[in-house]
């Protein structure tokens, strides 16, 4: 088999490789892809320093053409590519393709971006001096990923990461190597010099901590867990570097009993379980109001039973198989603690087998859950969701902020007085009136507060708040 090598200073690099393997039939191996090691590392940051000089003063021109080509080749291959992701991740293949979609418009979108780059000429206080506000390039950019959006997440952001200027070394998720080396190669036969970008894929505590302890990292830009989060938060303080962090959600979706209850229940199901409830935006908690409760959960049940669990490939599935066994462990030890904890265990709950052997787990709907319980307040990553009965609205609105978490929290409601103060009132970076908590566009803001997110939005223009550094400059006339 060939070996899917890493690219450092412009050359495919690498012998050492690791399987990855498809979670819906785990005979399968997708690929193999190099296994880097911290010199590995430590060569692609001098690469992607030694090319910043040149590349932070490149046309905007050549940084348009270069993100253009390379979102219409992903555009182009978005069913190959999308059945590549659906293979390594076990998203389904509609999902998936629609995630390659998404990857390629975020390309266009700072393509555009490129072209639009600008800043502030404004009068000084002072008499006869002018102030020119311009946004540099930070530097080498450190990117590690998690495997949850093996395509969409590394595109929003190495896209920005070019588009303003910045040299890269990018981690990907061990998991999911595939479609990341796909983009790498893709913008590298765009015409990207050498060492702007540089991919290491390869262990986090060995790629990713190199990444952490070098001080010619100028940024971090990671999604994944709260605890890695943590230490790219320690190590970045310790070098002085900017960071910016994506983890986890507990993201409420609150259900007025004046709700349309068809758009309550697909809005759930959707935020709950699609893409296996694999999304940092998934809702997990279901804040249900007592006129309505019963009613939700049983059509919502209904529902569930309708849902195809199988093969991520196979025409007709609706849930795709866990990412992997350690997944698929921390989410049946969950239910074992749902039902521990006291709550109804209304649905699903087992481990199914399939014709291909794969990480299969029944959608899982516990009931009568209450918002102090571990399923209630810890991140699951999995479909596994909890129904938390309320009073009122103002009940339900104080246990949905009531979190350590605030990425995205959502609300089904007809009463325009109701979603406009949940809008006002959710301690929450996206809020959703009648939409699932999850499935974003790619041109507005993304990220949360409280312990979900850290530092500048991601995506649409606000990412140029993290790529780029501001300069004041003032000139006597
Ligand atoms: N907010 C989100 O979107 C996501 C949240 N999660 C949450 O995290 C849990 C665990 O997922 P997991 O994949 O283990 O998350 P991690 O935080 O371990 O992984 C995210 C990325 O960080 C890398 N990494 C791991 N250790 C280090 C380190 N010491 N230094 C630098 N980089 C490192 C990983 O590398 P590698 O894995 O390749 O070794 C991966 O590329 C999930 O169950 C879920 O709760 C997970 C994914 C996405
Ligand atoms: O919901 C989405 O569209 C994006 C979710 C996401 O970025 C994540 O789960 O990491």
């Known amino acids: 088999m060939t070996i899917y090598q890493n690219l450092i200073a412009g050359e495919w690099v690498g012998s050492n490789a690791t399987k990855n393997i498809n979670p819906s039939d785990t005979n399968e191996v997708v690929g193999l892809y190099a296994d880097g090691s911290a010199d590995d590392t430590k060569n692609a940051i001098a690469a992607a320093k030694a090319a910043f000089p040149a590349w932070s003063r490149s046309g905007i021109w050549e ?285 699903g709950g087992e481990v199914i087998s399939r014709d291909t052997p794969g990480f299969y787990l029944q959608p899982t709907l516990f009931t009568e859950a209450t918002n102090q319980m571990r399923i209630s307040r810890e991140e699951i990553f999995g479909p596994v969701v909890s129904v938390i009965r309320v009073k009122d609205y103002d009940e339900a609105l104080a246990t949905a902020n009531d979190t350590p978490f605030g990425l995205s929290a959502g609300i089904a409601t007809t009463s325009l007085k109701h979603a406009t103060h949940f809008k006002r009132n959710s301690e929450a970076g996206m809020v959703m009136v009648n939409l699932p908590t999850a499935g974003v566009d790619f041109h507005v803001p993304f990220g949360g507060r409280k312990g979900s997110s850290y530092g500048p939005r991601e995506q649409g223009k606000y990412a140029a708040e993290f790529y780029t550094t501001v300069k004041t400059a003032y000139t006597l006339a």
């Not at 418009?105 to 490129?114: S, T």
């Not at 040299?167 to 190669?185: G, N, Q």
């Not at 059509?299 to 066994?325: C, M, Q, R, S, W």
Request: proline content about 5%; aromatic content about 6%.
């Open 63 to 347: 940084r348009h053409v270069i993100l253009k080509k390379a979102g219409d080749e992903i555009m182009a291959r978005k069913d190959e590519l999308g059945a590549l992701l659906a293979r390594e991740e076990g998203k389904t293949l509609p999902e998936a393709t629609g995630e390659v979609i998404r990857a390629s418009q975020i390309f266009e979108f700072f393509a555009g971006e490129a072209l639009r780059l600008a800043g502030e000429v404004i009068p000084s206080v002072r008499p006869n001096i002018g102030v020119e506000i311009t946004r540099e390039a930070l530097g080498v950019i450190g990117i590690i990923t998690p495997w949850n959006f093996p395509i969409a997440i590394p595109a929003w952001k190495i896209a920005p990461a070019l588009c303003y200027g910045n040299t890269i070394v990018f981690k990907p998720a061990e998991l999911v190597p595939a479609c990341s080396w796909a983009i790498v190669d893709i913008l590298h036969r765009a015409g990207l010099p050498k060492g702007v970008l540089n991919l290491v894929m390869g262990k986090g505590s060995v790629v990713g901590q190199a990444m952490l302890e070098s001080p010619d990292v100028h940024g971090i830009t990671f999604t994944g867990s709260t605890g890695t989060g943590r230490r790219v938060a320690a190590a970045s303080i310790e070098h002085n570097r900017k960071f910016q962090l994506e983890m986890g959600g507990k993201n409420p979706m609150v259900v007025l009993d004046d709700a349309d209850l068809n758009v309550a229940v697909e809005a759930a199901a959707n935020s709950g379980f699609f893409s296996t409830g694999q999304r940092c935006t998934a809702s997990s908690r279901l804040i249900v109001t007592e006129g309505i409760h019963d009613k939700f959960v049983a059509a919502l049940t209904d529902k569930l039973k309708t849902l195809v669990v199988d093969n991520a490939l196979k025409a007709g599935t609706h849930i795709g198989p866990v990412v992997d066994e350690r997944q698929l462990k921390t989410d049946t030890d969950y239910i074992e603690i749902g039902k521990s904890e006291g709550a109804k265990l209304a649905f």
